[in-house]
């Protein structure tokens, strides 16, 4: 017998909005090899241009969606076809949370590059490699983990009433 | 050249961090038990006098917002950013569906902070096995395999 609080209900996505999950490992798989590609030319304009690209490609993943993200895009219009019918969906929010998470880092490393502040551009290209990494690897969503943490620090507030 | 070492440390110390996670994810722990009695709640099957538990860690239908297990209660924490969520879902709606007595009860963490923190939950899915009291014996973090559930709730019953 299953219980679903009706609190939780309203946060269960809807089936059509289940993706392929290789997509998003395909868009972490390009993402480390940006990222890593930007660490290590750093400082020079062309990491500056990737960075910035990167920031791009995460803000459309984020803030217009999945379907717009170029790496997914990429993998529907290009790998998927040549690959064996998708096993195991996933929901849109996880992933799109991700980008997030990235486009905020990309976003300290533009301001780092910006201002000159070369160990700001590496420490925030290094959290968001980290984060890549793990989801191309181990298919670990490290900005997922810390969601919890982080509304757990904001004092009590529960958005709804037991 | 810093960029070198840079990437080789981040790709060095997520590796390990991502075997650690890939080995312990999901791991069922059971809850310690004290045997004096500096917590007031007494764990059912043990021995007058000898095993105590936090009080916070009994929870009621009032905390979790539905009736408890007649044998056992499995609470999942779950939230929107979750991608392991469904996947425990599934397997302990099938393990409850299989149990009598078993109840499954999912929980959206971000409505429920104040159970969040109380409990000490960290990250979803959180599971936590409740026997027949409603208290907190054995808990997850990460999604747990459906045999290790099925054991879990053999030492319980």
Redesign the interface.
Known sequence: ?????A??A??T?KLARQID?RGPRFGAILTTAVL?LT????PSTLSAVLLTLQAVVFGLGSIVGLHAQPYGIVFRTVVRPRLAAPTTF??Q???R?AQAVGFGFAIVGIVGFATGATVVV?IA??FA??AA??NA?????L???M???G??LIP?????A? | M???W??L???V???V??LY??ATDGRLREVEIAADPTDSVHVPGTPPGAGYAHEGDKLST??I??PL?ARATLVQF??????PC?AT?VI??EV??MLEG????????????????RLD????PTVLVLDAAGLVRVRAAGAPRKADVIAALGQIF
């Open positions: 017998m299953t219980t679903i609080n609190s939780t309203a946060t996505p999950a890593a660490l290590l030319t750093i996933e929901d929010a996880p992933p949370f590496y290209v290094a490699l980290a990494f793990l690897a181990f298919n670990f969503c900005g997922c983990e969601y919890l943490l509304r757990r009590g507030r529960s958005n709804a037991l | 810093t960029g070198i840079v990437v440390a981040v790709l110390l997520a590796t961090f991502g996670r890939r009032e905390d917002g539905e297990g779950s939230s929107a950013f979750c991608a469904r879902r302990l709606e409850s569906a078993v109840v499954h009860v999912e929980i959206d963490a971000e409505a429920h902070l104040d159970l969040v923190r939950v960290r990250r979803t």
